[in-house]
């Protein structure tokens, strides 16, 4: 049995969590200080984190010339109908795959695991011509039918876990107190699978948000484009770029998926099932 | 009555075929065009300075407005990725009708037959304004297959105080130094603390073979239709010499070696290093994020047996599907007449390839911000071998790239880095 933790050791867990949160924030906070910085402040021999003459130039560089707005309300619609048609399709069909005990079943996953091994570059330009072909090449449907496609044997793969994870007795004590199937699945199973929806549609939303060639590649009326492909723009040849803009663009860039992960956390907490099942 | 099993499936099929048909619905309905109205023409730029994009921009509005009957959609691109974007959209037959780009890489598409022949749709006064040199860098097989706007010489940039604290006097904009001259100055600005050089090697096949041509150092060599790549004392010049300012005379910094240009202005600005080879373009960020009391001043290319280097200019061709290629062409004519293309040059603080452009550049900006020397460095830019070649991508990535890295890292000798260099090309050229 393992005992309570000394002193030294509780000291040493929180150096070391502490250590780990600024591990992970401080790529954060730098943004942040470099989209404030001025253009000189980015050259600078000893960089300081916070400016000297702090500036909103970034910003408005960032919007004026490129309309990262526009691109930011392109990104979320696209990113959020993704997301909800991926939990929407993904829901009934990873219950059928864990439930239902079947060859065919066995060959769909299969199926899904392999698909996941064909690189974009293989798959791009027979996606282009027949998205052109059902008149969805410059258009957000069509790119939100690629990251729902693209989405779903992951989000498939991951929620039927959390499927399995359910016990079955409890929709057989569903059953027994004469639930249909179709109730069952609404007031008990959906109700438990909260927190794998909530894991998917968060996957779904933060790669939809985050891609990029695919978004390159089929869109190409500008006021269609989204934002990985407005932010591309502030860089150039060989890797030089425009830092502020860049920096100011991708910070915005990242509020987003932090809202929206902040706002859907909650649900992902587990514990719902904690005592559903007794011995 | 059905069976349930049966009912659930047409429900089942019936929600899909309402959701393709609300997604097709929120579609845009495809790209087709109107059969009536103006020409359309598309034209996929990758200015990304702020001035350049303003250029390009205020040059396309301004034809819209004079040309009711021919309109151009201004769509933007970037670097990094237009290879990628262009080839699907070629692949995919509904590519952009003109298309910004570069010599180089331009090759591959003439090849595949994917940009058209501009040999007759170009104007003469536009021929006549540029060197055979530099049209040459875009025929492939006899086509013109774009239009060669903006070069990017390479030159020195250096730190005026430094060099006056050294005793070492500014070349004029016509007479650069050779690179006898350039190393022992490099060796009077080396002390404590202090480099004379900074060489921003990350990326160091292109700029090798650029300067490879002070010596003609070809590199790529045709015999019978077959390409090969050959080393001799003309090729290992340039990267003896470099090598010799890092480890011999130490008067290059080692830590420059892993950077781009930009990457190397904090140290430059510092005073770490007092002269930093590259391209004309790094005076644009001399100018906006130089300190307020810093002293810079542009040098000019250093001579070998000439100032020869490789140019590799920025591009406009037309798509060889567009079904308006004489009014794409027409464009063209607009887009790069001279008073335009010098305001093209001087957004991006390149050079541009017409005389009359470089001159009226020249007089706007009386040559100050180092715009003399780089107007001057026009006419040594010429077309070189590697440009030419078919899986010269390939070689540079495969096999030049790191085995450069390796030489100025010191890992491998002068004769490892040619025989390297051979043996690559052995395996990717045709």
Not at chain 1, 146 to 173: S, T
Not at chain 1, 258 to 273: C, K, V, Y
Not at chain 2, 65 to 83: A, L
Not at chain 2, 213 to 224: E, M
């Amino acid at each position: 049995m393992l005992g309570k933790p000394s002193r030294t050791g509780r000291t040493l867990q929180y150096l070391a969590l502490a250590a780990y949160l600024i591990f992970l924030g401080f790529p954060l906070v730098w943004l942040l200080s470099t989209a404030f910085k001025p253009p000189r402040e980015l050259v600078q021999l000893h960089p300081t984190l916070i400016p000297s003459n702090p500036t909103v130039q970034n910003f408005v560089q960032a919007f004026t010339e490129q309309e990262l707005g526009r691109a930011a309300w392109n990104s979320l619609q696209v990113s959020l109908a993704s997301a909800v048609l991926t939990v929407l399709v993904a829901m009934p069909a990873s219950y059928a795959l864990a439930r239902f005990k079947s060859k065919l079943g066995t060959l769909a996953l299969g199926w899904v695991l392999l698909s996941q091994l064909f690189p974009f570059v293989l798959l791009i330009i027979p996606i282009f011509l027949v998205l052109r072909q059902a008149g969805l090449a410059n258009s957000h449907a069509g790119l939100v039918l690629i990251y729902v496609v693209w989405a779903l044997p992951f989000a498939l793969w991951m929620l039927q876990g959390f499927v399995r994870n359910i016990p079955r007795e409890l929709e057989e004590a569903a059953s027994v107190d004469g639930a249909s199937r179709l109730q069952t699945l609404r007031r008990v199973v959906f109700p438990l699978l909260a927190p794998g929806l909530v894991a998917t549609a968060l996957f779904s939303f933060i790669s939809a948000w985050n891609e990029f060639f695919f978004a390159l590649v089929l869109i190409k009326t500008p006021e269609l484009q989204t934002l990985p492909v407005a932010l591309a723009r502030f860089v150039g040849i060989e890797g030089t770029a425009r830092l502020g803009p860049l920096a100011a663009g991708a910070l915005l860039a990242t509020l987003p998926s932090l809202i929206f992960f902040a706002f859907m956390q909650r649900r992902l907490s587990s514990g719902s099932l904690a005592g559903a099942v007794k011995g | 009555m059905l069976p349930i099993r049966f009912r659930r499936l047409a429900a089942a099929a019936a929600i899909a075929v309402v959701g393709v048909g609300a997604l097709a619905a929120c579609g845009n309905g495809g790209d087709d065009e109107a059969s009536a109205g103006p020409v359309k023409l598309r034209f996929l730029s990758l200015a990304w300075q702020k001035e350049s994009l303003q250029a390009n921009k205020d040059l396309v509005a301004k034809w819209n407005s004079e040309h009711p009957d021919i309109q151009v959609e201004y769509v933007q691109g970037d670097w990094n990725s237009v290879h990628d974007q262009l080839l699907t959209s070629f692949e995919g037959g509904d590519a952009p009708d003109i298309v910004h780009y570069e010599a180089s890489s331009i090759g591959e598409f003439s090849k595949q037959g994917y940009l058209a022949d501009l040999k007759d749709l170009i104007p003469a006064d536009l021929k006549g304004q540029i060197d055979q040199g530099v049209w040459d860098t875009v025929t492939f097989d006899g086509q013109v297959t774009g239009v060669p706007f903006l070069l990017e010489s390479q030159v020195v940039i250096a730190n005026k105080k430094l060099l006056d604290a050294a005793g070492v006097t500014v070349p004029p904009a016509d007479g650069g130094w050779t690179w006898d001259e350039f190393q022992a100055n490099a060796q009077k600005l080396t002390k404590s603390g202090q480099y004379g050089v900074a060489w921003a090697l990350k990326s160091p096949t292109n700029r090798v073979l650029n300067l490879a041509l002070n010596y003609d150092g070809k590199f790529f060599y045709s015999d019978g239709g077959k390409t090969e790549v050959k080393i001799g004392d003309a090729e290992k010049e340039i990267p003896k010499r470099i090598h010799d300012m890092l480890y011999t005379s130490k008067t290059a910094s080692p830590e420059a070696l892993g950077m781009s240009g930009a990457d190397t202005l904090p140290g430059f600005f510092g005073g770490k290093y007092a002269m930093l080879p590259g391209s004309v373009s790094l005076r644009q960020q001399m100018v906006e994020q130089a300190p307020k009391d810093f002293e810079w001043v542009t040098l000019p290319p250093v001579k070998g047996l000439s100032a020869n280097q490789a140019a590799n200019p920025q591009t406009l061709s037309v798509s060889a599907d567009s079904k308006h290629k004489e009014q794409a062409a027409q464009f063209l004519s607009y887009f790069l007449n001279p008073t335009n293309m010098a305001t093209l040059a001087k957004g991006d603080w390149l050079v541009p390839t017409g005389k009359q452009a470089n001159e009226e550049l020249v007089k706007l900006t009386e040559g100050k911000q180092g715009w003399d020397v780089a107007a001057n460095s026009a006419a040594d830019l010429t077309v070189a071998p590697f440009q030419q070649a078919d899986g010269y991508p390939e070689w540079k990535t495969k096999y030049a790239t790191p085995a450069l890295q390796q030489y100025f890292a010191n890992k491998i000798t002068l004769d490892q880095l040619a025989s390297q260099l051979v043996d690559g090309g052995k395996q990717v050229l045709r």
